[in-house]
Nanobody
Framework: DVQLQAFGGGLVQAGGSLRLSCVAS????????INWFRRTPGKEREGVSCISSSDGSTYYADSVKGRFTMSSDNAKNTVYLQMNSLKPDDTAVYYC??????????????WGKGTLVTVSS
């Protein structure tokens, strides 16, 4: 079975940093694009970042470019999202998802449980 679990959320002041981890099991990273999404109440799930299975390229939403960095450790079946210069607008539940799509929630095959990030002003 494919399983995904996100870790690392918490409360941080604006301007601070957090690193999220998503641990995967039941598949190899080469099989899927691995994405981070986030959701706030009343809004659609938003694609944040992605690592492509084909060549390891990374993609980011415009709202996080230059502040967030996604990386992977294939030996640990883990992807990371380093979030710097956090803003209150980054407050959300963050999820990892895997599938063929890039930053597209409807193109995900599997979802992990989320982790809450709260950025105080």
């Amino acid at each position: 079975d494919v399983q995904l679990q996100a870790f690392g959320g918490g409360l941080v002041q604006a301007g601070g940093s957090l690193r999220l981890s998503c641990v995967a099991s039941g598949f190899t990273f080469d099989d899927y694009n691995i994405n981070w999404f986030r959701r706030t109440p009343g809004k659609e799930r938003e694609g944040v970042s992605c690592i492509s299975s084909s060549d390891g390229s990374t993609y980011y939403a415009d709202s996080v470019k230059g502040r967030f960095t996604m990386s992977s450790d294939n030996a640990k079946n883990t992807v990371y999202l380093q979030m710097n210069s956090l803003k209150p607008d980054d407050t959300a539940v963050y999820y990892c998802g895997v599938g063929e799509g890039i930053l597209l929630p409807d193109a995900m095959d599997y979802w992990g449980k989320g982790t809450l990030v709260t950025v105080s002003s």
